[in-house]
């Protein structure tokens, strides 16, 4: 059974840090590229970040580039998102994703999917 479990979410000023975990279990994590996505109270679901399945190719959306950081450990089972200079709109639950096959950011693409964690972010 494919667990995915993000924490490190909370409340936070504006122009304040944090950083968000995905511990997985349940699959080869090394295999399967990962993504962060979120959803914004009362918008879709919006792509975040992804990083290939044994790193160096990482995407990022344009709205974070620059802010946000996606890692993972392949020892640990664990993606990260380092979030920096967070802003009010970044406000939002933050899932993290798993895919199997080819890289990208096309969130139907993805196999498995976490509970989401939230993030405030106060002005």
């Known amino acids: 059974q494919v667990q995915l479990v993000e924490s490190g979410g909370g409340l936070v000023q504006a122009g304040g840090s944090l950083r968000l975990s995905c511990a997985a279990s349940?699959?080869?994590?090394?295999?399967?590229?990962m993504g962060w996505f979120r959803q914004a109270p009362g918008k879709g679901r919006e792509f975040v970040a992804a990083?290939?399945?044994?790193?160096?190719?990482?995407v990022y959306a344009n709205s974070v580039k620059g802010r946000f950081t996606i890692s993972r450990d392949n020892a640990k089972n664990t993606v990260y998102l380092q979030m920096n200079s967070l802003k009010p709109e970044d406000t939002a639950v933050y899932y993290c994703a798993a895919k199997s096959n080819s890289f990208g950011s096309v969130q139907s693409e993805y196999d498995y999917w976490g509970q989401g964690t939230r993030v405030t972010v106060s002005s």
């Open positions: 990083i290939r399945r044994v790193g160096g190719t990482i």
């Open positions: 349940g699959l080869l994590f090394s295999s399967y590229t």
